[in-house]
């Protein structure tokens, strides 16, 4: 029988979801809280990261920062430092910008939907997130997740990547939502996503949607998204060694990565070039970067923008990936350096 996608099928798949979350959801640590900044801090650090990765950061922020408040007051570099390896650095300063508005209200952050898409660094999924599962709002939430297992339970073969697919999907997600529990209902769908309808050889036979799902016999032709060509990028960065410290600088304002800690890009017309110590590869937005590292001399004074390093200040410091990646390969290389 073809599903359709009336109220009553609509209400039939929610049932079936909500029974399934009760049993099936994992135990994760900001499922065991209320607190709105412990949930507002566990949405934004997994916008673009696992749950696996994003478990050991979560737990020792709050160790760190464990309140609006502390994060408000905490400096730049040791946000940044708690942040290193997760990627994606503007959310840390966004969520320190948004812990300065809510410190600056009292630490009471806004149980509004209105007040919450009005704070800095919360955009449409994070207001949606917070407000449902902190404060029961019904928002519906629409991510990578909700996003492949709406288009494959009605296969919606619309482009995901047109904003008018995704404005689609989000009415789709909306009339879908459970109102008397959106909390509950927003973390099953994504839940979903995230452990039985998979990106790749989704788990259709488990599945409690099977039933009325569309896609389920091509459910891998779903969702259809239009691909953005890799490019790719070659970069030098110079290795300047001074006893046992290299020559780093950190990045200014207004460049990728600001507030990090890297290696300075090969200078022909400030540094002589020695022989090549490391290749790495690593993606940045749209580009496939190779970066080779070679070594080098100033040849004149080195410049007051950086500093020379040793491994131990380097561990300290919070670094690019790519960078940090660099750092492990030197020290392995020459363990006396
Ligand atoms: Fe996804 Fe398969 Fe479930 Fe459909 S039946 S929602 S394709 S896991």
Not at 181 to 198: F, I, R, Y
Request: proline residues 7%; aromatic residues 8%.
């Amino acid at each position: 029988m073809k599903p359709s996608t009336s109220g009553k099928h609509w209400r039939s798949l929610r049932g079936k979801l909500a029974k399934w979350y009760a049993s099936a959801k994992r135990d994760l640590p900001w499922r065991r809280t209320t607190d709105p900044y412990a949930i507002t801090v566990s949405e934004i650090m997994l916008q673009q990261t696992q749950v696996v990765t994003v478990i050991p950061y979560y737990e020792r922020w709050l160790m760190l920062f464990p309140t609006w408040e502390a994060l408000a007051c905490a400096k730049e570099h040791d946000v940044i430092k708690a942040w290193e390896g997760l990627g994606y650095y503007r959310r840390a300063r966004n969520l320190q910008a948004l812990a300065k508005a809510v410190a600056l209200e009292g630490g009471k952050m806004t149980r509004s939907a209105e007040g919450l898409r009005a704070l800095p660094g919360i955009g449409p999924y994070t207001a949606a997130a917070v407000g449902s599962i902190a404060f029961g709002l019904p928002l519906a939430v629409l991510d990578g997740n909700v996003m492949r297992v709406l288009t494959r339970v009605l296969a919606l073969r619309d482009d995901i990547s047109r904003p008018q697919t995704r404005a689609k999907l989000q009415e789709i997600a909306n009339g879908f939502l459970d109102k008397r529990d959106p909390s509950t209902h927003n973390q099953a769908v994504m839940e979903l996503g995230a452990t039985v309808c998979l990106p790749r050889k989704p788990l259709c036979p488990i599945c409690p949607l099977r039933e009325g799902c569309r896609g389920r016999d091509h459910a891998e032709d779903f969702p259809v998204k239009s691909r953005v060509a890799q490019v790719k990028r070659a970069e030098i960065v110079a290795i300047l060694k001074k006893g046992k410290s290299f020559y780093c600088e950190q990045v200014p304002e207004g460049k990728p990565w600001h507030g990090l800690w890297r290696f300075p890009d090969f200078d022909p017309a400030r540094m002589e070039r020695g022989e090549a110590v490391a290749r790495i590869k690593y993606g940045i937005t749209k580009y496939l970067v190779t970066m080779q590292a070679v070594s080098a001399k100033w040849k004149s004074r080195a410049p007051s923008t950086g500093r020379y390093l040793t491994a131990e200040e380097m561990q300290a410091l919070a670094f690019a990936a790519p960078h940090r990646k660099l750092a492990k390969t030197l020290a392995k290389s020459s363990p006396s350096s």
